[in-house]
């Protein structure tokens, strides 16, 4: 059935009347020609979009920083430093393909100036000088110098100056501020570091109880009291360590510490000078202290029946004696007691740990020993009543030596011991 399309179907076929024996064919044109034109618009659409990317264009870039480059050279070589221009920026126009520069960033372009030729303090003009990406030009700047002041470099140490916040109970006291180090070295553009007084420190350390520590950043002060922030200055530190003792006190006995036990009040006066001390120190190590030892007294050598001595206090770690010192006087007098002599041959010594591998021998050796004890009973004390012993554990040579020898009384019914010192002859083969 044919419409108004010329004989033509919707399918793209021409019709033949049947009785004429024709056949239906298609029509390619109607199809092909609206592709070709597409194709041809979109060649040239591409063409022209190529055309435009490839076309030379110019973009202005702002802000650029300006890095200082031969720095370390300048300062090495000629000892200058750099006064100023760390902080300089520069605008550049680059030129180049639309897609090129469509595509630069910031970051892609550097801009320096280099100090290592400078020979000269004082101003100088350097020009500046613009690297970026390879196919792109550099046209223009905003400005094509750079005005950067170099100085003498110089160094000086300046005190550091502690400003402690706190509070603190009335049971405690505080002690000196401990800064470490107390001198800063700062190093620069001797026009800077000569303006600088000290370096000031702040700390807050609320209420404390006890000794406290902190590592802290210090701030850079001039002589006008106005805090100095330049790059253009060093430190041999950046921080200090502040130390706030914190003290307790507390006035305890004290103790006079015998070696053997020999001397008890039962059998002696024992007055110590002073007999009581105030200590100081941590508050946590004060609240544990109940007394002082006195360094240990042997009562062995206490020849006399009444003697006075100087002797040392042990104080615990970081603890003190207020108002200094760190020595007591004591004196031991016995009470009902006397000296019984008694003749004894060293040769008799009981040896513990003898030499291996080695023989000894003790020589005779008579001594008058003289036995301190209770009046009570000291016509019991006899050469039976006294032991002695040697220890050779240091002696392991052969050889010939003078040993000490130590001494034990057996006392019924009281007390005894042998005072004074003696040595016997040990040879070792």
Known sequence: ???GNNGIDEGGFEEHPRGTGGRRRPHVLRNIIPILLSLVAATLLWLYATSLDSTSTSKRFTQIGVALQGVATMQNQRGFSVLSGYDSTVDVTVTGSKSDINQLRNSDITAYVDLSSVTAAGEQSLPIRVKTKTGLQVTGLSTNYLVVYVDKTTSNKVPVMANILQSHESSVMLGDVIIDPATVTVSGPEQLIMTIDHAQVTVDLGRITQTMEITEQFTLIDKNGEAVNSQYITTDVSSVQITQPVYAQATV??????????VTPANAAIQVTPSTVTVVGEPSVIAGISFIDTQVIDETGLVDMNTTQTVGLVLPAGVSVSGGGN???VDTQFT???DQKVRYDLSDAQVVNPPSGLMYKIDSQQEE??????????ETITRDSVSCGVDLSKYTDKGTYAVPVTFMVSADGGWAFVVGSYTCTVEIY
Do not use: H, S
Request: charged content about 15%; glycine content about 6%.
């Open 1 to 3: 059935m044919q419409d």
């Open 336 to 338: 009902g007691a006397t």
């Open 369 to 378: 020993l003289t036995v301190r004890c209770d009046a009570a009973i000291a």
């Open 327 to 329: 020595t007591c006087q």
């Open 253 to 262: 006995p004290v103790n006079v510490q015998y070696k053997y036990g020999y």
